[in-house]
């Protein structure tokens, strides 16, 4: 990027980057939404499932045959 000489140049240049500085801050704001989305949606989907021993005999899983 070539710096102006000229007084102008500077304030186009200036106001550029402030423009470009805005849109980085606006583009960071809606990925941190769409992770915060992201996360919730998970959360749910996880909420959703079953326990693990949800509908198993009550026997199951509580003793180990180590001399199989």
């Known amino acids: 990027m070539e710096i102006p000489s000229s007084t102008a140049g500077l304030a ?3 106001t ?3 423009q470009n500085k ?3 801050a ?3 704001a809606v ?3 769409a992770i915060d989305i992201q996360e919730q949606s998970a959360l ?3 909420d959703s499932l079953p326990s693990p021993t949800q509908g198993l005999p ?3 899983g509580t003793h180990l045959n180590v001399t199989a």
């Open 12 to 14: 186009q240049l200036a």
């Open 16 to 18: 550029s980057l402030s």
């Open 22 to 24: 805005l849109e980085g």
């Open 26 to 28: 606006v583009e960071v």
């Open 31 to 33: 990925l941190k939404k």
């Open 44 to 46: 749910q989907l996880l």
């Open 58 to 60: 009550a026997n199951v």
